[in-house]
């Protein structure tokens, strides 16, 4: 199975984890794209009363555009499930996201989910994280300071560009700026050091978030957070 194939099995196989009148919180990216796609049809074959939260602009318009009902964060009480991708996973469920440059609104859409499922295909696995670089959002005005802040941590930054000349913004209108996490050992203190600099809005790490992860593999695989006692 290639990439697609496996995208498209894992959100198959997610669509089971889903139930009627539930709220349920949609991703961003190409892998939650075939979820969305899968979660319309299910929703419209069965006659579900579904209510969904976009974790962005793009897929709050494809949502509607298959006539799902989408509401705002702060119009909803609670959110049972949020599905979506991640750029890379480690073995224990943590990840880092943000390809799409939709990571403050993704985290901000997890962290107020009771579970958090992301598909993946077997390239997004990942021994320890670093492979991918992570995003971090930044407010425009002083972005060239933080910038220089995260070249004196040795975090080796680079805006991210929308095209030669222009740098990418989110919807909120902040900018990204990539940074190499290969030679950092304690992630966990790297996201409390990165949160802590004035004008950064939020970052891509996502720590102790996840609860299910499917890989779209045949046959598929699942990976599970264990509960605390």
Request: hydrophobic share 40%.
């Amino acid at each position: 199975m290639n990439q697609n194939e496996q995208k498209q099995h894992a959100a198959q196989v997610a669509l089971a984890r889903i139930q009627d009148h539930m709220t349920v919180g949609l991703g961003t990216g190409s892998t939650a794209a075939y979820f969305i796609k899968a979660l319309s049809k299910r929703v419209h074959e069965e006659d579900w009363q579904l209510t969904t939260v976009a974790t962005s602009k793009e897929s709050a318009e494809l949502a509607r555009s298959l006539g799902l009902r989408v509401q705002d964060i702060d119009d909803v009480a609670a959110i049972d499930v949020t599905v979506d991708g991640a750029d890379e996973v480690d073995p224990n469920l943590d990840g880092i996201k943000g390809g799409g440059a939709a990571l403050l609104f993704e985290k901000v859409v997890a962290l107020r989910s009771k579970k958090n499922i992301w598909l993946v295909d077997e390239s997004k696995l990942s021994p320890r994280l670093g492979s991918f670089l992570l995003p971090i959002e930044v407010i425009e005005f002083g972005a060239q300071q933080v910038y220089r802040t995260l070249v004196h941590m040795n975090l080796h930054p680079r805006f991210r560009m929308k095209n030669e000349g222009e740098r990418r913004y989110t919807d909120s209108g902040h900018q990204i700026i990539d940074v190499d996490l290969s030679q950092q050992n304690d992630l966990p203190a790297l996201a409390r050091q990165l949160k802590a600099i004035t004008g950064v809005v939020e970052h891509g790490l996502f720590l102790g978030i996840c609860d299910e992860v499917i890989i779209g593999s045949q046959p598929i695989k699942t990976l599970t957070r264990p509960r605390e006692d």
